[in-house]
């Protein structure tokens, strides 16, 4: 952490938001994988270890886009953390170098 993260948000959509962002890196995460979260005062981050490609940086948050073949996956996760970042004018980056990172920033 190297900073507090403030911004005005209805308490439940942050649930959803962070939840959403978590579930992901956990439900898709390597076995004996890991996960990281960064927290500054302009961006929350959380970044996972995977399969070892990329997603695909133009799909990865439209609604029922799933890479691979995860049957308990609706695709919807990542496209509701976009819109509700979108709501409360925040944007939602999504990167790879070996693992996934996504950040929400200010």
């Known amino acids: 952490e190297s ?27 390597i076995e004996g994988g890991s996960i990281g979260i960064e927290i500054s005062s302009d961006s929350i981050g959380i ?10 940086p133009e799909k990865v948050f439209s609604r029922f ?11 919807l996760g990542l496209s509701i953390v976009k819109a509700i970042t979108e709501m409360h004018h925040l944007r939602v980056t999504y990167t790879f170098d070996g693992r996934h990172h996504f950040h929400v920033k200010k």
């Open 65 to 75: 886009y799933r890479a691979g073949t995860y049957k308990d996956s609706t695709g």
């Open 47 to 56: 970044a996972n270890t995977g399969n070892g490609q990329a997603l695909d």
């Open 3 to 29: 900073g507090a993260f403030r911004h005005r948000f209805n308490k439940d959509l942050a649930f959803v938001l962070t939840g959403n962002l978590l579930k992901n890196a956990i439900t898709y995460n």
